[in-house]
């Protein structure tokens, strides 16, 4: 699989301290008075036996094809998918506690990044997104996530709904985020059991056949004049209603 080039202080940190990637070298800003963070890169890099290579900004401006590198950069093997059974599996080791993020069809790299980051903050246990016409784990949205990507497990599959019918089939309950008239207000739904959160895509929502695969469609209390909060809001909303329930 094609290498990727990570950059910026705490997707690079992360990659560092997950120690999930291959990671074949580490370029830093040549200065005489490195800042805390990036010794800090440098020496989790060095323990993992990483080559570190001291280069100019204008290196590492041309490399990451950015300005927004903040002096680090690393070339580290693509990131590593789950598969779909062993994401049940490992989740399942949490009991009634087990919840997986099901994405459908997101498009922008930034919203599944921020979902991540969320998902990771509040102990989620494995994400699961599409094969095609979706996101996927890119750079980008590494980046997004400010590098918890590294620590998430995420798989990706080829049918959504076959997969949440073999969620259901191991005990969990899918709840799908969706303004219908058989919505449910959160507190109507009960979420403390093993539990698959689906959020749909940012134009459309879910699918129809994904909607009608949910045992309950949510509808977020929305009380301003915009129909529709952005779907990593909505998604972050969702889980944390999940993290309150359990208490």
Known sequence: MKNEIIYGRQPVRELLRAKRRTVHS?????????????????????????????????QLDQATDSRNHQGVMVDASAYPTLDFDDLIASAKKAGNSAFILVLDHLEDPQNLGSLIRTAEAIGVHGVVIPSDRAASVTPSAVRASAGATEWVKVSVVTNLVRSMQTLQKEGF???????????????????????????????????????????????????????????????????YEVVRQRG
Request: net charge negative; charged share 20%.
């Open 26 to 58: 580490l370029s830093l800003f040549q200065t005489r008075k490195p800042t805390q963070e990036l010794a800090e890169i440098e020496g989790l890099a060095r323990k993992l036996g990483v080559h570190v290579n001291f280069v100019q900004r204008q």
């Open 173 to 239: 309950w899918i709840t799908g985020l969706e303004a219908m008239n058989d919505s449910k207000k959160p507190s109507e739904i009960d979420l403390k059991g093993p539990v698959g959160l689906v959020v749909g895509s940012e134009g459309s929502g879910m699918g129809r056949l994904v909607r009608e695969t949910c045992d309950f469609l949510m509808e977020l209390p929305m009380v301003g004049n915009v129909t529709s909060y952005n779907a990593s809001v909505a998604g972050a909303m969702a889980m």
